[in-house]
């Protein structure tokens, strides 16, 4: 294993044993389930939306530890961001896990450290339960004017 591998491997760890934002918002703009049944993986996502901007979301959910760690980095990332910013950086995290584009350090931060998951097709699911679950969240509340 490279220094590399091995420092993702300890953040991917860290995420999972000290989960960030974690549980749920009580009165979110809006919260949404997803599920991987390939593995078992269960992730809600709560948002709190303000003047367009990620002003708290939290996850909840029950899997391994690749869909809840990627879910911890997902909080991380998004939170304070505009709904614009996030909308790029899920697609980033996408091309990353597709492999379509190389990551982009400055964009994706320390989310870098789930691309080695691409070498195991069924662990992408995983990876990416959390930004489908986002993503899905985003589309309701576009789709629900007076909530934005
Ligand atoms: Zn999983």
């Not at 549980?23 to 993986?41: E, F, K, S, V, W």
């Amino acid at each position: 294993m490279s220094a590399l591998d091995a420092l993702y491997r300890e953040i991917i760890l860290d995420h999972y044993k000290s989960p960030r934002n974690r549980g749920r918002i009580d009165d979110p703009t809006i919260a949404t389930q997803g599920n991987n049944p390939l593995c078992g993986d269960e992730i809600e996502v709560s948002l709190l939306i303000d003047q367009g901007r990620v002003a708290d979301v939290r996850f909840q959910g029950v899997g391994c530890s690749i869909s809840q760690a990627s879910a911890s980095m997902m909080t991380d990332s998004v939170k304070g961001k505009s709904i614009a910013e996030v909308l790029g950086l899920i697609q980033a995290f996408k091309d990353m896990m597709s492999a379509a584009a190389e990551p982009d350090p400055d964009t994706l931060g320390e989310l870098e450290a789930l691309a080695g998951v691409r070498q195991y097709p069924v662990r992408v699911k995983c990876a990416s339960l959390a930004w489908t679950t986002l993503l899905e969240a985003l589309d309701l509340l576009a789709r629900a004017p007076s909530n934005a």
